[in-house]
């Protein structure tokens, strides 16, 4: 005799990447249309209302960074704060006095300023004077920063390590030094954060801060469903992960490059 096996409940996921959030009144029918059961969501900006329209209007919601100041919402992430203390430890252990903290932006997302907060933290603990510059997201305005730093300040002023907000921002970096002739790590050691694969793909390989991102993305779901499951389910405040500092070739000793630039 034959049984039927069970069919499984099945769970639906979609992504959302062309689909933008514009506010309340444009946007809401097209996210509680009765397709959508809950929502993950990922670097928000600051100015959004779809954090607190999602709650009031009772959709399940976990977000992948910022708690946007709201107690209703469950958050994951990573330590931001040691992961970018992780970064300017490595720098200072390699001898680095005189170590940089630059922004994306004006303007800075809340993991930016987390990780601010790091680097003073690891800075002030050593005795050093924190410094931070804004890269910007242009060309241009990136590569007046570099000049800025690297040309019209003199020699003894000139930041021998930069601690940047993201890989993507780092290779930006780097590539702007290039164009003034001033190697990494030989001249200045850089360093990104989160090891998203980019920070792989240059010439010269970057340090960075690794994010677990397959472990916060099971971790996020699993809240969320639980979210679904129980509406009534007290928001679980913030679901912290650690960071790892991975070493690779674009940072070097302080003295080394000492002697590199004294040498040019």
């Given at each position: 005799m034959a049984f039927c096996k069970p069919q499984p409940t099945w769970q639906n996921v979609t992504v959302f990447t062309g689909e933008h959030w514009v506010d309340a009144k444009t946007s809401?029918?097209?996210?509680?249309?009765?397709?959508?059961?809950g929502l993950l969501l990922f670097y928000q900006?600051?100015?959004?209302?779809?954090?607190?329209?999602?709650?009031d209007a009772e959709v399940p919601v976990v977000s992948m960074d910022d708690p946007h100041g709201d107690d209703r919402l469950s958050y994951v992430d990573v330590d931001n704060i040691a992961g970018s203390r992780l970064a300017t430890e490595h720098l200072l252990d390699l001898g680095h006095q005189r170590v940089l903290f630059?922004?994306?932006?004006?303007?800075?997302?809340?993991?930016?300023?987390?990780r601010e907060v790091g680097y003073q933290e690891a800075m002030t603990a050593r005795g050093l004077v924190p410094t931070h510059g804004v890269a910007g997201y242009k060309k241009e305005q990136l590569a007046a920063t570099m000049e800025q730093l690297f040309v019209e300040c003199p020699a003894t002023e000139r930041p021998t390590g930069i601690v940047c907000c993201s890989d993507w921002q780092a290779i930006r970096v780097v590539g702007a030094l290039k164009r003034l002739a001033i190697r990494v790590p030989e001249d200045v050691s850089v360093t990104g954060f989160n090891d998203d694969g980019a920070g792989l793909l240059t010439q010269?390989?970057?340090?960075?801060?690794?994010?677990?991102?397959?472990?916060m993305g099971m971790l996020a779901a699993e809240v969320l469903t639980q979210r679904i499951a129980n509406p009534d389910l007290k928001p679980e405040p913030f679901v912290q992960v650690e960071p790892e500092l991975i070493v690779r070739e674009s940072t070097a000793e302080a003295v080394k490059q000492i002697g590199a630039r004294s040498q040019g």
């Open positions: 809401l029918h097209r996210f509680r249309d009765g397709r959508v059961d900006p600051p100015d959004s209302d779809i954090i607190a329209t999602l709650l630059l922004y994306e932006r004006n303007g800075p997302l809340h993991y930016e300023v987390q010269t390989p970057l340090t960075t801060i690794r994010q677990p991102l397959i472990r």
